[in-house]
């Protein structure tokens, strides 16, 4: 018996072109956050040790955020998906880590305008709220458009 549409599963792989452009972004951006901080910390006056902190808080959190979602994109997070399985009652997904997260209550989808990536939210069997981000370049294209396809119903 075939599949029907709804019915999808699929692998992801890394994203490397898409690392190279949040690199651009980023690598520049804490950079800039960082050497400004320390610039302010060791050669301004004390008023300007509150902004040398603020830029060098900034500079640590992007740092951060850049590096969590380089690592998701290239899959070498524990908590990246590397596996998708829709079905009409649930969506599976199997993490790095070697765990499946399987959201089955409050599931939305939301696609960004330029359709190259989208959201997933829902609640686990566990009632945790869980989040992920997968991009385009992380699926085969047919596989992609399955995936969107399949999820629209929860947008």
């Known amino acids: 018996m075939a599949k029907r549409w709804e019915e999808v599963q699929c692998t992801l792989h890394a994203d490397k072109t898409g690392v190279i452009w ?6 520049p951006t804490v950079g800039f956050l960082l050497l400004w901080g320390l ?3 060791f050669a301004g ?12 808080f900034l500079g640590f959190f992007f740092l951060m955020a850049g590096g969590n979602r380089i690592g998701k994109r290239l899959l070498l997070l524990p908590g990246a998906p590397i596996a998708l399985d829709i079905t009409r009652e649930r969506v599976k997904l199997t993490v790095k880590g070697g765990n499946q997260v399987t ?6 989808f939301f696609s960004d305008m330029a359709g190259k990536s989208f959201g997933l939210t829902g609640m686990d069997q566990n009632g945790a709220k869980k989040q992920f981000v997968l991009h385009h370049k992380q699926f ?7 995936v969107k396809k399949a999820l629209e119903r929860y947008a």
């Open 140 to 146: 085969v294209v047919e596989d992609y458009e399955c």
């Open 39 to 41: 610039k302010l910390w």
């Open 103 to 108: 959201l089955i209550k409050d599931l939305r």
């Open 45 to 56: 006056d004390e008023d300007q040790g509150v902004i040398a902190y603020g830029l060098m």
């Open 22 to 27: 949040d690199l651009v972004l980023y690598v």
